[in-house]
């Protein structure tokens, strides 16, 4: 099975916050407000996905405002912080909306993403997560930003699936202005 194949069953991400669409640091001032750091280049990929009506999940067990009203902006309608017990969260929410965890992409980084990890279809992590994570990983891979290689990798295989249709408006597209409706002959 090829990359674009191995996401075929993909239908839901589910992202760990800190640590997976953040860079893990946060940012302490000295009135006790804490920021979070998060990627342009993810932002994109998110609201893509939210276009090509993936679901998008976000949740965790901190608690991130500003991260927050960040991910409503992009499209993510399911953002779920405090959480305790990430399984039995995700338990209730796939039984819920009809899905199941094969159909699921979980990305995250430390302990506390094990379980969910070991549940999910497609179990992925950014590299500098913590060893048992990286154990659990399905496929290796070596760049930080993680979130957006799977999320493009995703939708690629949504366009793949669809590329005879793509290729047809595509080389319509393509054509020479002055030969469009031009009778050949």
Known sequence: MN???????????????????????????????????????DGYALQLAVKEEYGIIVISGGNGVGAELRLQKLGIRHIFLNVKDKVEFLNEFLRENGLSWNEILYMGDDIPDYGPMLKAGMPCAPSDAAPEILEIVKRPHSARRYVLLAINAAILYYLWRKKDEFRGAASEATEHPRQRGRATG
């Open 3 to 41: 990359l674009l194949e191995s996401f075929k069953p993909v239908k839901t991400f589910v992202f760990d916050l800190d640590g997976v669409l953040t860079d893990g640091g946060i940012l302490v001032f000295e009135t006790g407000e804490q920021v979070r750091q998060m990627n342009v280049k």
